[in-house]
T-cell receptor
Framework: GAGVSQSPRYKVAKRGQDVALRCDPI?????LFWYQQALGQGPEFLTY????????KSGLPSDRFFAERPEGSVSTLKIQRTQQEDSAVYLC??????????????FGPGTRLLVL | SQQGEEDPQALSIQEGENATMNCSYK?????LQWYRQNSGRGLVHLIL?????REKHSGRLRVTLDTSKKSSSLLITASRAADTASYFC????????????????FGKGTKLSVIP
């Protein structure tokens, strides 16, 4: 079946511009995660949704970052007033139940964001 | 912050040889997972080992876990050029499905190159 998809795959933004990154999880998956991966590093947790509820946003680096999943399926990660340090790959993952790190997470291909 | 540390950071071997990667982590866990990432397919789950397991096999993969040393190893036998990728270990937050156990904490990864 279809995996996790993300769009756009690449985004170039001018500093100060707002961006929106989309994630389509695997159909029926309860849990959705966003991670940020800097060059040469492993992914770092940003936020977690269980259905439409955002249960943890402790990894969001600043209040310029905002995520939503209004109907419990598609999620959007929005970054306002982008800065150069926001340049990274943003990964979305979903998992079937609400067991989080206790089960396999299925990752999308990521959105590579470059802020100039 | 990243909990796991993979070792070595980079590894280059000839096709047909075995590759061993190690991972150390800091806090208690419920399970440890290994993921592979290459530019073509994004981050792909390989294997999950629970804290009460010591060894697990999947095809050419063998994972060990030593919770007393807070370390794990991933062995890839009879390597192929297609195994060229970065390999990450990821741990959950420990506890019993409580807050924090749903996020995965990744190491910085081992970059494996398999030379044909």
């Amino acid at each position: 079946g279809a995996g996790v998809s993300q769009s756009p795959r690449y985004k170039v933004a001018k500093r100060g511009q707002d961006v929106a990154l989309r994630c389509d999880p695997i159909s029926g998956h309860v849990s959705l995660f966003w991670y940020q991966q800097a060059l040469g590093q492993g992914p770092e947790f940003l936020t977690y949704f269980q259905n439409e509820a955002q249960l943890d946003k402790s990894g969001l680096p600043s209040d310029r970052f905002f995520a939503e999943r209004p109907e419990g399926s598609v999620s959007t990660l929005k970054i306002q007033r982008t800065q150069q340090e926001d340049s990274a790959v943003y990964l979305c993952a979903s998992s079937p139940r609400n067991r989080g790190g206790l089960e396999t997470q299925y990752f999308g291909p990521g959105t590579r964001l470059l802020v100039l | 912050s990243q909990q796991g540390e993979e070792d070595p950071q980079a590894l280059s071997i000839q096709e047909g040889e075995n590759a061993t990667m190690n991972c150390s982590y800091k806090t208690s866990i419920n399970n440890l997972q290994w993921y592979r990432q290459n530019s073509g397919r994004g981050l792909v789950h390989l294997i999950l080992i629970r804290s009460n397991e010591r060894e697990k096999h999947s095809g050419r993969l063998r994972v060990t876990l030593d919770t007393s040393k807070k370390s794990s190893s991933l062995l890839i036998t009879a390597s192929r050029a297609a195994d060229t990728a970065s390999y990450f270990c990821a741990t959950d937050g420990g506890g019993y499905s409580g807050a924090g156990s749903y996020q995965l904490t990744f190491g910085k990864g081992t970059k494996l190159s398999v030379i044909p």
